[in-house]
């Protein structure tokens, strides 16, 4: 079973414009919608439609925290917040003639007692396996992931910015950075899917026993004791891209999860994904023809 830990949760307000942004004039979107969001809570959602057994965690407060609260009970989510005084942010994406601006919030400031309430919440539910999703609110440094990992007789998994990444101390069974986190918190040239692996193979030398790095458009890597494997991404007509790193590592982890083998699991995620990416916002796609369109997905050795 899996926990997913998210401390800074978000409600992905999702807006469309058929023009290109401009400055000082009002833009009137075509269609908007709101998504419960926060990197954890997306990789619930989606382990859920999987039927994969999951409880999602994490700091919830103000109005939109209850509508997370309200959409995971809607969507059949297991959940098991810590309440928090502040309000749970709300994250925007305008895509405006095809172009994508994302803008996030910081999320409100916690104490770092929360850490010892999620841990306690955590705990309770006995986990095998618990993902730590997304970026850390005010008043919470690295150490609050750290603590997550060697709280328990659980493998973690972190899904986090590359800054928070190269500060983690613990040992980690899997990270998943995208290309950028991945050049910055290594300083490798990741301009190609080679050095790519590579990256990897460097945060594998700092505690991270397996890698799954997402590449956007060019697909992903999925690096460990097996080997290096490269699946390319599907050729798709995308919406936008938020949230596709979680379905790529939600699919990895449903297909771990029932057996499948690392290629098996990276063709998952990459079908996982290719499904998130043609949807608006962050809400679970339909996922009736995962297994047709990883059958469709390329994978190599390298
Ligand atoms: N333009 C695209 N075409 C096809 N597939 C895509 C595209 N962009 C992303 N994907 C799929 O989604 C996966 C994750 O993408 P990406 O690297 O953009 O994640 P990310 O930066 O972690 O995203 P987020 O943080 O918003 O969840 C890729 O590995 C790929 O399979
Ligand atoms: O600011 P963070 O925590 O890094 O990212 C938060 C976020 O952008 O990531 C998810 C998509 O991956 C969204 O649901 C959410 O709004």
Do not use: H
């Amino acid at each position: 079973m899996t926990v997913t830990v998210t401390y800074n949760p978000a409600v992905d307000q999702t807006i469309q414009f058929d023009e290109r942004m401009a400055p000082d004039r009002v833009m009137r979107a075509d269609e908007a919608q709101f998504d419960a969001g926060g990197k954890g809570i997306n990789a619930a959602q989606l382990l859920t439609a999987m039927d994969r057994p999951c409880v999602a965690t994490g700091l919830l407060g103000g109005f939109t925290g209850s509508f997370i609260r309200e959409t995971l009970q809607d969507d059949g989510v297991e959940t098991a917040f810590v309440d928090v005084d502040g309000t749970t942010r709300l994250n925007t994406t305008a895509i405006a003639a095809a172009e994508e601006y994302k803008l996030n919030q910081a999320g409100p400031a916690v104490d770092e007692s929360v850490v010892d309430s999620l841990l306690e919440q955590v705990r309770a539910q006995s986990p095998d396996r618990v993902l730590v999703g997304g970026s850390l609110p005010p008043g919470l440094t690295p150490d609050a992931i750290d603590r997550i990992a060697t709280g328990g007789d659980w493998e973690t998994i972190v899904d986090t910015g590359g800054d928070v990444l190269r500060e983690l101390d613990a040992q980690y069974g899997l990270c998943k950075p995208n290309r950028a986190e991945l050049g910055d918190a290594t300083g490798a040239d990741v301009s190609t899917v080679e050095g790519c692996a590579d990256a990897a193979d460097v945060f594998r030398d700092r505690g991270f026993d397996r890698v799954l790095a997402s590449l956007g458009a060019d697909g992903a890597v999925l690096v460990g004791d097996a080997g290096r494997l490269y699946a390319e991404a599907l050729d798709i007509d995308v919406v936008d891209t938020v949230g596709a790193g979680d379905a790529l590592l939600s699919g990895v982890l449903s297909a771990w999860e029932a057996g499948a083998d690392d290629e098996t699991a990276l063709r998952t995620g990459v079908a996982v994904s290719a499904q998130v990416v043609q949807r608006a916002g962050t809400a679970v796609p339909d996922l009736d023809d995962i297994d047709s369109l990883r059958d469709g997905v390329t994978v190599r050795r390298l």
